[in-house]
T-cell receptor
Framework: RKEVEQDPGPFNVPEGATVAFNCTYS??????FFWYRQDCRKEPKLLMS???SGNEDGRFTAQLNRASQYISLLIRDSKLSDSATYLC?????????????FGAGTRLAVHP | GAVVSQHPSRVICKSGTSVKIECRSL??????MFWYRQFPKQSLMLMAT?????????EQGVEKDKFLINHASLTLSTLTVTSAHPEDSSFYIC?????????FGPGTRLTVL
């Protein structure tokens, strides 16, 4: 079983749609969680951290359910520029090196 | 956010040659840097953790004699792919460890002919 699992998609949605991505992780001792965005042939860029209480950043809302080991990302009012691959990322307890474990990513394509 | 650079951004080489990739943290000191590899349509896979002034820690299945890592200063780590073969063709990305997360370089696309 992969440490971080995501639905690969692609999700094809029209502009203005609301789309949700899910992610599960296997290591219950994981301590930090993130969503990264990766554009084609580029490096990943941090989109947002995910907190237990849930957090929002503009059109983006992230949720964490530690009991179910489940993370979600909700994008409202999708823009064409949101088209990218969204990576669910987990930082396990690892003795101080901030090691990150990446999911394979979920592709989003927003069309006019 | 912090800035991390990589050089070169793209390299094409013949099978059997060695390729060195540099990763620099431009505006902060990074005692720990990470090297990842990403094949098409796959996730980033951690290859090794590079620690300034000490030996790198390699992930299971990564050959340390093939992927040489040197972290000689707090702002520079290098990855050398020795005797590269076509199956080593991939996107290599470094990152520098910050307080709460990692800052990624722009990546190096290696093509081995």
């Amino acid at each position: 079983r992969k440490e971080v699992e995501q639905d690969p998609g692609p999700f094809n949605v029209p502009e203005g749609a609301t789309v949700a991505f899910n992610c599960t992780y296997s290591n219950s001792a994981s301590q930090s969680f993130f969503w990264y965005r990766q554009d084609c042939r580029k490096e990943p860029k941090l989109l947002m951290s995910v907190y237990s209480s849930g957090n929002e950043d503009g059109r983006f809302t992230a949720q964490l359910n530690r009991a179910s080991q489940y993370i979600s990302l909700l994008i409202r009012d999708s823009k064409l520029s949101d088209s990218a691959t969204y990576l669910c990322v987990v930082m396990p307890l690892s003795g101080g090196y901030n090691k990150l474990i990446f999911g394979a990513g979920t592709r989003l394509a927003v069309h006019p | 956010g912090a800035v991390v650079s990589q050089h070169p951004s793209r390299v094409i080489c013949k099978s059997g040659t060695s390729v060195k990739i540099e990763c620099r943290s431009l505006d902060f000191q990074a005692t720990t840097m990470f090297w990842y590899r990403q094949f098409p349509k796959q996730s980033l896979m951690l290859m090794a953790t590079s620690n300034e002034g000490s030996k790198a820690t390699y992930e299971q299945g990564v050959e340390k004699d093939k992927f040489l890592i040197n972290h000689a200063s707090l702002t520079l780590s290098t990855l050398t792919v020795t005797s590269a073969h076509p199956e080593d063709s991939s996107f290599y990305i470094c990152s520098a460890s910050g307080v709460d997360t990692q800052y990624f370089g722009p990546g190096t696309r290696l093509t081995v002919l």
